[in-house]
């Protein structure tokens, strides 16, 4: 059955991968990228190589949520429903930034704006609908700062990813709770260690140089997408939902990742930085 997928931050990496294959196996794709130029020509790309014309671009820039709330009105307009939801777009950067509505970026594009569009998106998503997040091994190392959630005192990147990377794990355990009997399921993913555009952007050459060295180590974007695409298209993980997956499995994520008090911490939390945007 053909499906409607949205995609966030698919005009490169493992995002452009997913949505390329997804498209070839003739899928209604919604490409949602933040910059129209480097949208448009990925999304020209995908249909050149597939076929297939239902291949989507909209706008959207999830440091901004005054943006996401645009993009889900416009994207409500225009489809009305989904079937599949891919919170994949995502940022590393090793200088501190803030995010237009004052939170620390990594917090507000890797989890607090994925959050509010799910939320905001989840009316449309029709029964035996699916939700996929992308976290990342470095949640390991995680914490959810609540005393210094963005970091002013004590930044580095792996932090500020991490922390971002497990809050969507914590997010996704509960969310499947509470979409239990309705039909969606809601997982995320390690995609791996890819090479992709992920940090690209940041000016400390040496980093950008050591990451240049250890090409080899990295795996392709195609791969990354594997375990996305699975998620997406087979019939064994129907019925599996708060999971987190690694190559095609069910894994174990962190112990903190499992903690309910944090949990429910987070969430309510969310629930009120959000507040006026939900
Ligand atoms: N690469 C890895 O080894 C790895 C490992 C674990 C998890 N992941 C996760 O996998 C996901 C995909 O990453 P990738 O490796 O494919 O990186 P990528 O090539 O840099 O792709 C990231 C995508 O997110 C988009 N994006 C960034 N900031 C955005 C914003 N403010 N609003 C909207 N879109 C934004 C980017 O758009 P632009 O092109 O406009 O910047 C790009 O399309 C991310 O969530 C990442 O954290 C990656």
Same mark, same amino acid.
């Given at each position: ?163 971002? @990377?497990?809050? #969507? ?7 499947? &709770?509470? $979409?239990? =009997? !309705? ?68 894994? @174990?994520?962190? #112990? ?7 949990? &429910?911490? $987070?969430? =309510? !939390? ?9």
């Amino acid at each position: 059955m053909s499906k409607v997928i949205v995609i966030t931050g698919s005009n490169s990496g493992i995002g452009k991968e997913t949505a390329l294959e997804l498209a070839k196996r003739g899928h209604t794709i919604v490409m949602v990228c933040r910059n129209e130029e480097r949208g448009k020509k990925a999304q020209e790309e995908i249909i050149q190589i597939t076929g297939n014309e239902n291949v989507y671009l909209m706008i959207c820039d999830l440091s901004s949520f005054d943006s996401v709330k645009r993009f889900s009105e416009e994207f409500r307009n225009q489809f009305g429903y989904l079937d599949v939801l891919i919170n994949n777009a995502g940022t590393m950067t090793y200088e501190r930034e803030v995010a237009k509505d004052g939170f620390e970026l990594h917090f507000q594009v890797n989890y607090l704006s994925p959050f509010l569009l799910t939320n905001l998106l989840l009316d449309c998503i029709r029964p035996n609908g699916r939700i996929i997040n992308l976290s990342s091994m470095a949640h390991r190392t995680g914490n959810i700062y609540f005393n210094d959630i963005n970091l002013e005192k004590d930044f580095s990147m792996l932090k500020a990813y991490a922390q971002a @990377k497990l809050a #969507i794990i914590l997010f996704t355990h509960s969310l499947a &709770k509470q $979409l239990k =009997d !309705k039909n969606i399921t809601v997982n995320c993913v390690h995609p791996g260690v890819i090479i992709s555009n992920l940090g690209i952007y940041n000016d400390k050459k040496v980093l950008r140089r050591i990451l240049q060295r250890l090409k080899w180590m990295f795996s392709s974007p195609k791969k990354g997408a594997e375990t996305v695409i699975y998620l997406v298209d087979a019939d064994e993980v129907s019925n599996i939902t708060g999971e987190y997956f690694y190559h095609k499995r069910v894994r @174990k994520s962190s #112990i903190l990742s499992y903690d309910e008090e944090i949990e &429910k911490k $987070l969430w =309510d !939390k969310t629930l009120e930085w959000l507040s006026p945007w939900l």
